[in-house]
């Protein structure tokens, strides 16, 4: 009896079942493995004892496991628990191991960003040192992009997608008045810039919006965005800027911080998003219309519209996770290797996952313009492939028809 | 020599161009009909003498015609100017029927909401007593659905349709969660409750969310908002608030107003949206996490995930309204009315403009059940096919192919 389990952590995205249905699928066609389980809410369902029979779910139901496939966020839950050190809290990896033992686990999947492939690098360590035949492996998943290793994360396409296809809604939004307007759309990203400059997607022949794009990756400077404003409003009407939730000055002070005047029940600021923020400083400077744009979760769980590259993507990496551990690898994420630019290829390899582990990618300098309020061109060529084509989802009652996740309301 | 001119007034819908594809089309098929002009930016653009010739645009070019069908907003850019008395201002009267004479403008579409309807109503009014020969129609939209004598307005469907999705993914993207939390999801709406309300086609087998759903057309009690969450709460984890920005307590005050600590320049009170504002109430009052999304304008230019059924609509009004101008009517609104029920079947038909103009329709009573905080399954009835049916437009360099609008852009 050889068994697998699989869970997910973190943040949703519009892909990570996709790459569970990978996993899945994979280890159902696979000699090696017998069954697939669940654990609910990552690794805290491992600990808990609280899983799904994926077997027995899917297996005699192929229908409902490709409508996973085209589900955003967590089938299985998620959680943000970071692993304890072994040294301080070894009862908990003894907990995690028995449960293993006694299910006939031999491999773990780990679908989640930063703390998730920290926790698969515990394990993985753990697991070789007290000489436990269980295969660790991390699969890739965050809209943020910010996993290094890798050349991009399964979710950050679908995100930058939403991004860019509401960007692009908000300047037809926004042109049709004959009057002057400043729209701020605050972006999610609190230390890497990726999905602010997925923004930049957007532009069209016609369409030139965003017009500015800010990241968190150069010190923003209030004086000169103002100046920048009042410059492009000498040749046009409306102005569309995209700007990070973590943009910060010089001394890396959020500019979200920087004007409050709301206090909660014990008196402490309550920190107005970067967009308001903005808007509200524009407004008092400028004698124009100003509004701003929060695209808030929407952005990180729009399976409506998905990129079809990230979905195939996202199922790849959950197939090669198990190709990789039925070979005996442990201690590895499934990494995304861009062989050709264009015409684009990618192929999945396994990296070290303590390359990973506990580090952040943020956006490269030459992938930024000079005056840092703009993407270039090398950005464009690197992000233009992983928005490319459409989810294939089904509607039902003029919705879409999404996999229940009832086990998710106890 | 007989044209006709067409124009488009107010806040965007998704299927706004679906309407002026409906005139562009059969005004192109008519033979009554020689060239087919549009004025920019509403009424303005007659006034203006700024007109675009959709004949020489359009006339040899089918593909761009059926991408004007999915583009939303407006193609010929919008205005929000009230078309003054007769009585006080006649040089504006004589300024736009000089113009049509001058064009040779037989028939007048105006597509908008309630101020259009009054600007159909005025100007029909003033061609008949000063017995000149121009037809004038009014074509409906607004994502507010609050025209009266129409079953429902084109454009609320579409935006109904991406409230509803929103919602279930808002759903997918917090039961992942094993905490307590509450979302709140403020839509548009300022005095009629029908976006709001669409919230409720959200619900599946497994989400029941919104858990609650507020329209301004029931005075909103906070005190009751907060014991109905709690009493919630003792049964459910995650509970989500669908909340119209436009709900009031029962006096009329706005909720939105209520509580606020932000100024500005001249230090005045900066309103919080109704979201924020019930976000910190709850904050402050329950132990749990508590967050807030505005869909904000998102939610009427949402074009990749409109309604078929509503684009479909759209376009027969349009062409009806060509058809009943040129069969000698003047002073008419295009209509939708339903036949059945179910199966759903609708017809359009001609109603006095001035039924129309400057009415309001709220949400009748019984779409609403007796604690003011859901809608009732004659709501549902009523609004399910509305949302039927997936748009057809075409995708470009992963985003949305919509038509070039970069005459707007001057």
């Known amino acids: 009896m050889s068994n697998c389990i699989v869970a997910q952590s973190g943040g949703p995205t519009a892909v990570i079942n996709a790459s569970l249905y990978g996993v899945i699928e994979a280890a159902f066609n696979h000699p090696k493995i017998d069954t697939v389980y669940g654990a609910l809410n990552g690794i805290t369902g491992v600990l808990d004892d609280n899983?799904?029979?994926?077997?027995?779910?899917?297996?005699?139901?192929?229908?409902?496991?490709?409508?996973?496939k085209y589900t955003p966020a967590m089938y299985l839950g998620s959680c943000r628990y970071k692993l304890p050190d072994y040294s301080k809290d070894p009862a908990t990896y003894e907990k995690i191991f028995s449960f293993f033992n006694k299910k006939s686990i031999d491999y773990f999947f780990y679908i989640g960003g930063n703390d998730s492939m920290d926790t698969v690098s515990k394990l993985s360590k753990y697991a070789k040192e007290h000489q436990l035949d269980v295969k660790i492996i991390g699969?890739?998943?965050t809209i943020d992009n910010d996993l290094v290793e890798t050349d991009h994360t399964p979710g950050y396409g679908s995100a930058a997608k939403y991004v860019a296809t509401s960007l692009l809604e908000i300047a037809h939004d926004?042109?049709?008045?004959?009057?002057?307007?400043?729209?701020?759309?605050?972006?999610?990203?609190?230390?890497?810039?990726?999905?602010t400059a997925a923004?930049?997607?957007?532009?069209?022949?016609?369409?030139?919006?965003?017009?500015?794009?800010?990241?968190?990756?150069?010190?923003?400077?209030?004086?000169?965005?103002?100046?920048?404003?009042?410059?492009?409003?000498?040749?046009?009407k409306n102005i569309i800027v995209a700007?990070?939730?973590?943009?910060?000055?010089?001394?890396?002070?959020?500019?979200?911080?920087?004007?409050?005047?709301?206090?909660?029940a014990f008196g402490h600021a309550r920190l107005s998003g970067v967009g308001?923020?903005?808007?509200?400083?524009?407004?008092?400077?400028?004698?124009?219309?100003?509004?701003?744009?929060?695209?808030?979760?929407?952005?990180?769980?729009?399976?409506?519209?998905?990129?079809?590259?990230?979905?195939?993507?996202?199922?790849?990496v959950g197939k090669a996770a198990v190709e990789t551990a039925t070979q005996g690898l442990t201690g590895k994420m499934m990494a995304i290797k861009r062989l050709y630019a264009d015409p684009y290829v990618v192929d999945i390899q396994p990296v070290n996952v303590d390359l990973v582990a506990n580090h952040e990618k943020e956006v490269p300098k030459h992938y930024i313009n000079d005056d840092g309020d703009d993407v270039t061109t090398d950005f464009m060529d690197y992000a233009k492939p992983l928005i490319e084509g459409e989810?294939?989802?089904?509607?039902?009652?003029?919705?879409?028809?999404?996999?229940?996740?009832?086990?998710?309301?106890?």
């Open 51 to 68: 899983t799904l029979n994926l077997s027995e779910i899917f297996g005699h139901n192929h229908e409902t496991l490709e409508q996973l």
């Open 139 to 141: 699969i890739p998943k």
């Open 174 to 195: 926004t042109y049709i008045y004959n009057l002057e307007s400043v729209t701020i759309v605050e972006i999610m990203g609190r230390n890497a810039g990726w999905l």
């Open 199 to 236: 923004a930049a997607l957007a532009r069209t022949t016609y369409s030139t919006a965003p017009d500015l794009i800010y990241l968190p990756e150069t010190p923003f400077d209030v004086y000169l965005f103002i100046e920048r404003i009042k410059t492009l409003q000498k040749n046009q």
């Open 243 to 264: 700007v990070s939730e973590g943009i910060k000055d010089k001394d890396g002070k959020y500019i979200a911080a920087a004007v409050s005047g709301s206090y909660d």
């Open 276 to 316: 308001k923020t903005l808007e509200y400083l524009l407004a008092d400077q400028l004698g124009c219309k100003v509004r701003s744009i929060e695209l808030n979760v929407l952005q990180r769980a729009a399976g409506h519209v998905a990129s079809y590259t990230d979905i195939q993507e996202a199922v790849s």
């Open 391 to 410: 989810t294939r989802l089904n509607y039902k009652n003029g919705i879409p028809d999404f996999i229940n996740i009832l086990h998710l309301k106890r």
